[in-house]
Every structure is written in structure tokens, then in C-alpha cells.
């Protein structure tokens, strides 16, 4: 089993919609959890993270995490075609030495 | 501020060749980290740095991957010999740590290295 799972997609939705990408995890005891929009031949940059159970919006970016489940998700409302990239899910172990590591990422394709 | 410098951009060589991988880190910044990211891998973490001190090279494929961080602002990932299984992008990413809080992690641009 890998330590951080999400789909590989692609998701396709079409502009203006909700996208939901999800992301579950093996080690109960992480703490933090990022999530990271990787554009077409550029490097990973952050764009939410959260620590506690429950939601954090931000903008049009929502992550939600459930800790019981070993679940965080994003949600992007209002998509735009600009949201189009692969988007990372990475977590900080249990020893929260400050290590991430990183699911394979879901390609966001929004459709105008 | 530069951001994560990176250098070089690209790199085309031939197997059995040695390479080396540069990277500056954002001023200030204390840790630093090294990562390769493939289609079939995803993003793998080789190696990170405390205060210029290794801690985690678990990720380290094998005896041909060195790296080093010799002072706060320069870090070196080498490969010798290369093999075409490194073809990939490697990324340096740099990050303040203090105490248990999480400060975020920035990447530099990547190195795209093809091992013909």
C-alpha cells in the first residue's frame, strides 16, 4: 500500500463547475497535510494546507480532512480553465520531522 | 528575494558519466531538501538537510547518488556513474524550520536530466 493514494485522473469538469480531488493516506499519526498545484513542466507550489479535522476555505480552494478516515480532500469551485494542472497531496509523517511525502498527484482538466 | 536557484536547467549526458546538480537555497532558510519526480515514481524525496546536516538520505536510490551541503547557502546532488533509470527531474526545495510549526516548503525550477 503507498503511503499517500489519489487518483491519477485525468478529471475533466467543465468550467464553472465543482472539482473534488481526493487523497487517503496510510499513516495514522500524520499530522499535516499540503496540498500542491504542479503546472505542465514547472515545479509543485502550495496552495492550502491544513492540520485539523473539519474545513478550511480559502478563496475558491476548500481541503477538508478527516483524520478518523485517513481522508483530505480539495475542492475548487468555480473552476477555470487556469485551474487546469496535476494537483499533489503530501503529508508529514508521524516523527514530524518536517518530511513530506507525496501521492502521485490528479490532473485537473477544466473544459471551457 | 531569488527564490531557489537551481543549476543547470537542463543536462544531456551519457551513461557512465558523473553529474552534478547545484542549488542555492532561499536565504535564511535552514533546511533543504532534494527530489526526483518521474511519471512512474511521482515526486520521491532523496535526501534533506537540517542546518546543513543530513538527516533523511533514506531515499537515496543507491551508492552512485552523493549529496552534500558544505555551507547554508549551497547544496550538491551527484550522480556517478549515470545510468538512463536517472533520466528525470530533479527538484531542490528549501524551507524555514522552526520548532514544531510548518513553514512552507518552496521548490526551485528543476534540473531535467536525460542519461542517454
Known amino acids: 500500500q503507498k503511503e499517500v493514494e489519489q487518483n491519477s485522473g485525468p478529471l475533466s469538469v467543465p468550467e464553472g463547475a465543482i472539482a473534488s480531488l481526493n487523497c487517503t493516506y496510510s499513516d495514522r499519526g500524520s499530522q499535516s497535510f499540503f496540498w500542491y498545484r504542479q503546472y505542465s513542466g514547472k515545479s509543485p507550489e502550495l496552495i492550502m494546507f491544513i492540520y485539523s479535522n473539519g474545513d478550511k476555505e480559502d478563496g475558491r480552494f476548500t481541503a477538508q480532512l478527516n483524520k478518523a478516515s485517513q481522508y483530505v480532500s480539495l475542492l475548487i469551485r468555480d473552476s477555470q480553465p487556469s485551474d487546469s494542472a496535476t494537483y499533489l497531496c503530501a503529508v508529514t509523517g508521524s516523527s514530524n520531522t518536517g518530511k513530506l511525502i507525496f501521492g502521485q498527484g490528479t490532473t485537473l482538466q477544466v473544459k471551457p | 528575494d531569488a527564490g531557489v536557484i537551481q543549476s543547470p536547467r537542463h543536462e544531456v549526458t551519457e551513461m557512465g558519466q558523473e553529474v552534478t546538480l547545484r542549488c542555492k537555497p532561499i536565504s535564511g532558510h535552514n533546511s533543504l531538501f532534494w527530489y526526483r519526480q518521474t511519471m512512474m515514481r511521482g515526486l520521491e524525496l532523496l535526501i534533506y538537510f537540517n542546518n546543513n546536516v543530513p538527516i533523511d538520505d533514506s531515499g537515496m536510490p543507491e551508492d552512485r547518488f552523493s549529496a552534500k551541503m558544505p555551507n547554508a547557502s549551497f547544496s550538491t546532488l551527484k550522480i556517478q556513474p549515470s545510468e538512463p533509470r536517472d533520466s528525470a527531474v530533479y527538484f531542490c526545495?528549501?524551507?524555514?524550520?522552526?520548532?514544531?510549526?510548518?513553514?512552507?516548503?518552496?521548490f526551485g525550477p528543476g534540473t531535467r536530466l536525460t542519461v542517454l
Open positions: 526545495a528549501s524551507r524555514w524550520t522552526s520548532g514544531s510549526s510548518y513553514n512552507e516548503q518552496f
